[in-house]
């Protein structure tokens, strides 16, 4: 009787012992193999650097073979400069109307975010739930916005809901996904020591699955950051009225031909999904650098 007793406890030791020495492994390994992370963030750079002025090179390239009568189509870069990102009005206006894209995309990306995860658990804890929602949530990701848009208008009029809700429904579709990804790669073992110890369903989800989904649940996270800007975008394109931002701004730029003042509402745009998008690459480097591959990206 004893030693039935004792059994269970000396196998837990032992899985204390090798779940320890593998730690302390991999910790090693990463010592030994991340190297002058400095030099390697910068070397980093020049990949997306050489990209940018191949761009710029190609961008010139077609002005200078587009017609003369057709080359305000593609702004010289002085004009670009003197028109618009440089010109002070139009800075104005443009940061006037990202406070209000940014508003309406951050609302789309947090209500993704709280929704997404209660349905990516859900989903995880209750298969029956996986097998009614999932399909859901594909058609939902295929059908065009503009096919509901106009059903939104006739609901909930042309204010800031329906704009908020179109955010939503671009962004939505990563955060369930790859929560519910990352949930069913959790290693059976660590899901056995917990059992031994008797924790019970939710107590091993929160403890063992939460924490280990978490480096797929950023991906999913800085993919419907970006997803959230385009949804705002396409929103104010479609609504257009009321408080105007960044999508108007492009619209109506384009409409009057002003196409410096064009440009610069789509870099601010592309400008805002970027840096939406390196804040929480910045927040999963330093939730995972000590212990995940994916941390060495922040």
Not at 10 to 18: L, Y
Not at 47 to 75: M, N
Not at 189 to 214: C, H, N, Q, Y
Not at 215 to 240: N, Q, Y
Request: proline share 6%; glycine share 10%; aromatic share 12%.
């Amino acid at each position: 009787m004893t030693d039935t007793h004792q059994r269970p406890q000396v196998e837990t030791a032992a899985e204390h012992d090798a779940v320890g020495a593998v730690a302390m492994e991999m910790a090693t390994m990463r010592q030994h193999t991340t190297g002058p992370r400095f030099i390697d963030k910068v070397l980093a750079m020049w990949p997306p650097v050489a990209l940018g002025a191949i761009f710029v090179g190609l961008y010139l390239w077609e002005r200078q073979r587009l017609d003369p009568f057709k080359r305000f189509l593609l702004p010289s870069l002085s004009e670009h400069w003197n028109k618009g990102i440089g010109n002070p009005t139009v800075l104005g206006e443009v940061w006037d109307r990202l406070l209000i894209t940014g508003q309406i995309a951050l609302l789309g990306l947090a209500a993704s975010i709280v929704l997404g995860m209660l349905l990516g658990i859900v989903m995880f804890r209750f298969r029956l739930a996986e097998r009614a929602f999932y399909p859901f949530l594909v058609t939902l990701q295929s059908i065009p916005i503009l096919a509901i848009a106009p059903l939104l208008q006739s609901i909930l009029g042309f204010g800031l809901a329906p704009k908020v809700i179109v955010a939503f429904i671009i962004s939505f579709f990563p955060i369930p996904t790859t929560l519910l990804l990352g949930l069913k790669s959790v290693p059976q073992g660590m899901i056995d020591i917990f059992k031994l110890r008797g924790a019970g369903e939710w107590t091993i989800l929160r403890k063992v699955g939460i924490p280990s989904a978490m480096p797929s649940l950023f991906a999913g996270f800085r993919i419907s950051a970006g997803l959230s800007v385009i949804g705002a975008i396409v929103g104010e394109l479609f609504f257009r009225t009321g408080a105007g931002g960044l999508g108007q701004m492009l619209i109506n730029r384009k409409i009057e031909l002003q196409y410096p003042q064009m440009y610069a509402a789509l870099f601010a745009s592309a400008g805002f999904a970027v840096a939406v998008y390196l804040v929480f690459n910045w927040v999963g480097g330093r939730l995972f650098n000590s212990w995940h591959e994916s941390g060495e990206q922040g």
